[in-house]
């Protein structure tokens, strides 16, 4: 059964972005950018929620149709997630999502339906799914008991308040931590899976 594999980039006191959706706090650099992307050769498909699907449908396939378009595309790490993105199919979590774009799957209704739907998906043949972002989406998933590790980059600062990778849901889940690492600029990425 293919997995789903959570990855946040969070600051130390539990924020995945400022109460504006501001992501500033976040250490990006050459080694935290490998270890994200690691994910590329184990995942073929990804989940998102609509406000991180947006930012990352604007943003991935200018990278591969104008890489001169900002200077971060011509890296080699950009053009290898825009190709990855490009071709992956990606399951959107939207009530409103009309315009579907191409390898693109909506996902939508209570509890119960989420959990019939992702289930199915996991039940498919092909590679594990990279949950991106999201932190909704990553709550709702927690909760529901889908996701089957957390790769959780702690970064280096106190923020204060935001949006939360995890919110009070009154139900437990213990975790395993199953390794560790330091990388540059002081972000610690840890993963994690279902005790």
Excluded: C
Excluded at 155 to 181: M, Q, W
């Amino acid at each position: 059964m293919r997995k789903i594999v959570s990855l946040i980039h969070m600051t130390l006191d539990g924020f995945a972005a400022g109460l504006n959706g501001e992501m500033d706090s976040i250490v990006y650099n050459d080694e935290v950018e490998q270890e994200s992307h690691t994910l590329h050769a184990r995942t073929d498909s990804a989940i998102y929620g609509r406000i991180t699907f947006d930012m990352m449908n604007w943003y991935w396939p200018r990278v591969l149709s104008d890489p001169d378009n900002t200077s971060d595309a011509k890296t080699p790490g950009a053009q290898a997630h825009a190709r990855w993105y490009d071709a992956a199919t990606k399951y959107v979590f939207s009530r409103t999502l009309t315009d579907v774009p191409r390898n693109t799957v909506v996902v939508g209704g209570d509890d119960s339906a989420i959990f019939e739907a992702i289930t199915r998906i996991k039940q498919q043949p092909g590679k594990d799914i990279w949950l991106l972002g999201s932190p909704s989406i990553a709550q709702l998933l927690t909760r529901l008991g889908l996701i089957d590790e957390y790769r959780i980059n702690i970064n280096p600062v106190v923020l204060g308040g935001g949006i939360p990778y995890f919110r009070d849901s009154g139900v437990k889940h213990a975790l395993k931590l199953t390794e560790v690492r330091t990388l540059k600029g002081g972000v610690v990425a840890a993963r994690y899976v279902p005790a």
